[in-house]
């Protein structure tokens, strides 16, 4: 084995370990309500995180159709629309809106 290959091992390790640990003993802590709703509302504060900024740089020059397609999906899904019908909406509208802009 090179280095290589034990350098990708370690890393495995390293960063598996971290998250085996709490998967096993999460069901075995009580915590109380509020850190508990707090935990249940991490996974969407770092898809917001990883979202937002792709949101405003999916096209340099036309920055607010990104924007504009993030209002559409979020409507539809406050509107508790499916997600594949987000997504072809979505699709859809921006496609017609980015058809729309060399007119104006």
Do not use: H, Q
Request: glycine letters at 6%.
């Amino acid at each position: 084995m090179n280095a290589v290959n034990l350098m990708i091992l370690g890393c495995a390790i390293v960063t598996f370990i971290p998250r085996l640990v709490p998967a096993i003993f999460v069901d075995k802590i009580k915590f109380s309500p509020k850190t508990e709703k707090f935990l249940n509302l991490l996974p969407y504060t770092a898809l917001a995180a990883l979202i937002c900024p792709g949101v405003l740089t999916v096209d340099s020059k036309l920055w607010y159709i990104g924007l504009i397609g993030a209002l559409v999906a979020a409507g539809l899904s406050w509107k508790k629309v499916p997600l594949g019908a987000i997504v072809i909406l979505t699709v859809i509208i921006l496609i017609i809106v980015y058809s729309i802009i060399p007119l104006i």
